[in-house]
């Protein structure tokens, strides 16, 4: 009895110191030097993976870091500023900062403002479809509907609209690391500035027909009347193929184009509602065309209660 | 125009086969065997292949709608073909829960475990079937004798099968000559008058459901074929050898299910190979290990097994037994 | 035993219904919208300004490149505007629209030309005379023919493969023309075989079109050095591959080309191009189309000028019958579903199919049961299921290792997939995807 347990015991101890050794000659044959640098760097990097740097993953970035001289062309979009300050200390090298970005959807074309005319049948993927077809609808600039950008974001900050059939952009979980914008086959995704309170005023068209195509296949389409760029103070709007763009740099968020656009394709977000004086909370989803519903509404109220 | 246009790439028009159609055409070539079975059998018979059939439909239904809250696909045959063919691998007078635990192995684990239909690597029925045999051995050969009122067969069949009988008989030192006194004559086998499982009773009548399967393509010869002349081949080999210790070939393919097995199981589309030269490598190692199980194994009957170890091979076969790309060899020459 | 090619292929049902059905001449239309984009390849470059007069004929539109092709004006008019229009694509596309001027006379001139046999340009005349004319590859794939036929000196070429084949159910189009014109489609024949310096020729027929198999027996000259091959019939024989293979008994090298085993294959539209062009110089501005569907009032085929647009041969055949769900420019197996009907005919709309709404409707894609049909009618040795899961989870560099570049699109995977998958709606995306990979690297 005692010594089937001794043999046992011996036995397993016996395997285990082997095994150990085995590990250690291994481990010891195979090692790999790696700058301590890289695990470091590393360590700060946010670890989502999201290849928003361009690199496949934090790992090789951190890699790029150490390894480059001048890493001012390098920079972490879902970290920002404060992490590549982080690696900037880590490594003694300069970084240059970037303002921090948000993605926007540059189409407010719904079910309702954008009839469908034709009905696709086939894999429901925006980049099939978009090699089929230009769309179930006769804009063939807009939104595809099939959601790729939601399927791609790594950081719930997308998700389907059944309503409008249109992706929508939480602000606050978006890292800007630019999935999205690589996977739209339109590209109607865009990265603007982000600021404190997140107002943003930018066009939601990229329809390039002349004016009545693109108001017959989508009622909220930039018909390129020029209008904005008229009464922009800052000449922040430049108009190209029918199609008005907001330059982020030179708008001073005036809002003057909002008002004149006749087709309401410009959308302004997180601003107060106009003449009342109360500071509306930050909303944490940007639903465009509700909130502009709500402006309207609330400033033909204030119209009429004045 | 009331409706919109439709826009989908091209092909535009399709064939009328659908998925469903193969399987309710399977169904169709099992009625045959069915038929026998129940003469043979009585209502044991359908009792069995009722019970396993409403289970099997049951447990795919209740498994997808509560536990993967999938869409439910009962309707598409699948369900329902392996609930026939678990019955047609059972003995008619099994225990009506048993039934109920294999069909529940087949659908639960063979098949919804792995994604559904399509996704499954195993032979669902079988599976159900081989789990039953290994837990409820005596049970699962126990093969019932001729329902008793039916005077003319009545003396035809015995209480073991064809294989089974050769099994014991050469285990206790008897020769051939002596055991197939008492075996039903090939006539007898290929009507479905021996003893067995509730499908494999009738070679006949499965060779008919067999060639209907072929005539309407759902199945091609390549695996039934290969099959059974393997099976023959390799028999046939060791028989001429010594005819006292191995049975005739002809027993050995009319027997123990080798025909349900080869037209039905072993086909499965998918737990089958995708190319010709696949299902010829799939089927040939099939017969060779119902051939070895039966010859020098435990079990008087081996192509169960053999089905499914073959099943785990598929992957591999299908990776290493490509069509030929067009092109990829220039045959002839510019002259 | 007729000759085919061996592995794959399938029966779709034919439903040739307007084989009987003579060419007549559309009306020329009223307006004409041109693309600038009806090869494959670089889009012709348009050389004419708005409310410019063009005469029939006259180049409105320069090749853009080496693989690009010219674009005449297929009536006399006015050009109103340049504009984006929608075409078979799905995609608006750069457009010429030409108003037809309804007093000149050269519109609506009978153009029916006599026979003319003797070739007298040389070799090089006839090839720069194709380029000139901008014909492209009428069969659908418009490839621009003077590219296909520039032979690199010292290639080893003996046979000259015509294709009249015209696998895709509905279509008559080739076999119509194969009747009416056989003698100058023998004609146009020699003329390549002139330019190319060859002796031998041989015309593909499947044997579904009988009477074009007697005809070209009868018309063709011992020796002419053509030859007449009866074919048996099967999809997508009408492919370059499978028909040198069927033929010829030759294989196309993986990503290779015809030229590669010495033959070059041209459809019988092109050829009838080719004779028009050489004999009487005359640009690709028509082409024969055939308007067909099953519950179309008088379906038929017709000569039609190139940017037609598709409405007013619809009106022509009764009109678009109730419950109509889908349009396809091209064949039922390899064409294009179009958004409506402003869709301009181009160089390469060989039909019109009008499908109702009992086979407009693709059935609900269920689980691949790995039958292996898609393998066996796979053309080109191809495992389309396969290609389909890889493409469909991103793993391009394996679908690239499965030869994928190699799928000729002919369909027959998703024709025969009783699950209703989009097998080639992802192989053509997986294609898509590999070639940006492959010339990212180059």
Request: proline share 5%.
């Amino acid at each position: 009895m005692t010594d089937s347990v001794l043999y046992s015991v011996l036995l397993l101890v016996s395997l285990g110191v082997i095994a150990a050794l085995v590990l250690y000659v291994v481990s010891k044959k195979f090692y790999v030097y790696e700058n301590p640098l890289i695990a470091e760097v590393d360590e700060v990097l946010p670890g989502a993976n999201c290849a928003g740097c361009g690199s496949p993953g934090c790992k090789s970035f951190a890699e790029r870091l150490v390894n480059t001289d001048d890493i001012s062309e390098l920079f972490c979009p879902v970290g920002g500023n404060d992490v590549m300050k982080q690696v900037a200390a880590i490594l003694g090298k300069e970084v240059v900062e970037r303002d921090p970005t948000v993605a926007v959807l540059r189409c407010q074309g719904s079910c309702d403002v954008r009839p469908k005319t034709t009905e696709y049948q086939g894999p429901r993927t925006c980049a099939i479809s978009a090699m089929v077809y230009s769309g179930e609808t006769d804009c063939q600039y807009g939104c595809l509907g099939d959601g790729d950008c939601v399927k791609v974001c790594k950081f719930d900050a997308m998700y389907m609209d059944e309503k409008t059939g249109l992706p929508v952009i939480i602000t606050d979980n978006c890292t800007s690391c630019g999935a999205c914008v690589e996977e739209c086959p339109r590209d109607i995704i865009e990265m603007r500035p982000r600021n404190k309170r997140d107002l943003k005023v930018f066009v939601g068209c990229l329809n390039e027909d002349k004016g009545g195509i693109a108001k017959k296949s989508c009622s909220v389409a930039c018909i390129g009347c020029a209008k904005c760029e008229d009464v922009c103070p800052k000449d922040a709007i430049a108009m190209l193929n029918n199609l008005a763009y907001i330059d982020p740099v030179l708008c001073t968020l005036c809002r003057k184009c909002v008002d004149v656009c006749p087709t309401h394709s410009i959308i302004e977000t997180n601003f107060p509602p106009k003449k009342v004086k109360k500071v509306v909370e930050k909303k944490v989803e940007v639903k465009v065309a509700v909130i502009k519903e709500h402006i309207v509404a609330e400033s033909k109220k204030s119209k009429t209660d004045a | 125009m009331s409706q919109p246009i439709i826009i989908s790439a091209s092909p535009h028009v399709h064939s009328d086969r659908t998925s469903k159609k193969l399987m309710y055409d399977v169904v169709i070539a099992l009625i045959p065997a069915f038929l026998v079975s129940l003469y043979v059998f009585g209502i044991g018979a359908f009792i069995v292949t009722a019970v396993a059939v409403i289970s099997c439909l049951l447990f795919e239904y209740l498994i997808q709608k509560f536990l993967m809250k999938t869409t439910v696909t009962i309707g598409d045959g699948s369900a329902l073909i392996t609930g026939i063919l678990l019955a047609f691998n059972l003995p008619s007078g099994l225990p009506i829960w048993m039934i109920i635990v294999g069909s529940l192995v087949a659908i639960g684990v063979a098949k919804l475990s792995f994604g559904g239909i399509g996704f499954n690597i195993f032979n669902p029925a079988l599976v159900g079937r081989v789990f039953l045999l290994v837990s409820f051995p005596v049970q699962m050969t126990m093969w019932p004798t001729a329902v008793e009122n039916n005077a003319t067969i009545a003396d035809a069949v015995t209480g073991a099968t064809t294989l089974g009988m050769i099994k014991e008989g050469l285990m206790f030192g008897d020769t051939m000559t002596t055991i197939s006194a008492n075996l039903p004559s090939n006539l007898e086998m290929f009507l479905g008058l021996s003893g067995g499982s509730i499908g494999e009773m009738s070679g006949l009548a499965l060779l008919l459901g067999g060639i209907y399967l072929l005539i309407r393509k759902v199945i091609t010869w390549h695996i039934p074929v290969t099959i059974l002349v393997t099976m023959a081949v390799m028999t046939g080999i060791f028989w001429v050898i010594n005819p006292e210790s191995y049975a005739s070939p002809l027993i050995h393919v009319l027997s123990g299910g080798a025909l349900l097995g080869a037209f039905y199981m072993a086909t499965d589309l998918v737990t089958s190979p995708m190319t010709k030269k696949g299902m010829i490598i799939f089927a040939i190692g099939i017969a060779v290990i119902t051939v070895v199980i039966r010859l020098f194994g435990a079990y008087p009957e081996g192509i169960s097994f053999a089905i499914l170890i073959m099943n785990a091979f598929v992957p591999l076969i299908n990776t290493y037994f490509k069509p030929r790309r067009f092109g990829s060899k220039i045959k002839s020459k510019i002259v | 035993m007729l000759k085919t090619f061996p592995k794959g292929g399938i029966h779709p049902p034919e439903n040739k219904i307007t084989s009987s059905k003579g060419i007549k001449r559309m009306a020329v239309p009223k307006v004409v919208n041109v693309p600038i984009a009806q090869h494959i390849g670089i889009p012709a470059e348009i050389i004419v300004d708005r409310k410019e007069k063009v005469e029939i004929g006259q180049v409105i539109a320069k090749s853009g490149g080496f693989v690009s092709s010219n674009i005449h004006s297929p009536v006399a008019g006015t050009v109103t505007k340049l504009d984006l229009i929608i075409d078979s694509s799905g995609y608006k596309k750069q457009c010429i629209v030409i108003r037809t001027d309804a007093k000149d006379p050269s519109n609506f001139e009978e153009i029916e030309e006599p026979l003319k046999i003797d070739i007298e340009l040389e070799p090089k005349e006839i090839l720069q005379r194709i380029a000139d004319a901008g014909i492209v590859g009428l069969g659908g794939a418009t490839f621009p023919s003077q590219v296909k036929l520039n032979v690199r000196e010292g290639t080893t070429l003996d046979y000259l493969i015509i294709n009249g084949v015209e696998c895709e159910p509905y279509l008559t189009a080739d076999h119509r023309l194969m009747l009416e014109k056989a003698e100058e489609i023998v004609v146009g024949i020699k003329i390549l075989m002139k330019a190319l310096h060859l002796k031998k020729a041989v015309i593909g027929i499947e044997n579904n079109k009988k009477d074009a198999i007697t005809l070209f027996k009868k018309v063709i000259n011992k020796g002419d050095g053509i030859q007449v091959a009866a074919l048996q019939v099967k999809y997508p024989q009408g492919g370059e591959k499978q028909l040198v293979r069927a033929i010829l008994g030759r294989e196309v090298p993986k990503n290779g080309l015809p030229l590669d085993v010495g033959v070059i294959v041209h459809n019988v539209g092109t050829i009838f191009a080719i004779y028009q062009a050489i004999q009487f110089n005359k640009p690709l501005i028509e082409r024969v189309v055939t308007v067909t569907g099953k519950k179309l009032e008088n379906p038929s085929n017709f000569w039609v000028k190139i940017g037609t647009p598709i409405k007013d041969l619809i009106a022509e055949v009764g009109g678009l019958p109730e419950g109509t769900r889908k349009l396809v420019n091209g064949g039922p197996m390899m064409g294009k579903a179009i958004k409506n009907t402003d869709v301009p005919v181009t160089k390469g709309t060989s039909g019109i199919l009008v499908i109702a709404e009992e086979e407009a409707s693709r059935g609900e894609a269920k689980n691949c049961i790995r039958c292996g049909e898609c393998v066996y009618v796979c053309p080109m040795g191809l495992e389309p299921h396969l290609l389909m899961n890889l493409s469909e989870k991103g793993m391009y560099e394996k679908a690239r290792a499965e030869d994928i570049m190699t799928c000729i699109e002919c369909g027959s995977c998703s024709y025969v997939c009783p699950s209703h998958r989009p097998l080639l709606d992802y192989i053509r995306f997986g294609k898509n995807i590999v070639k940006k990979l492959e010339n990212s690297k180059n």
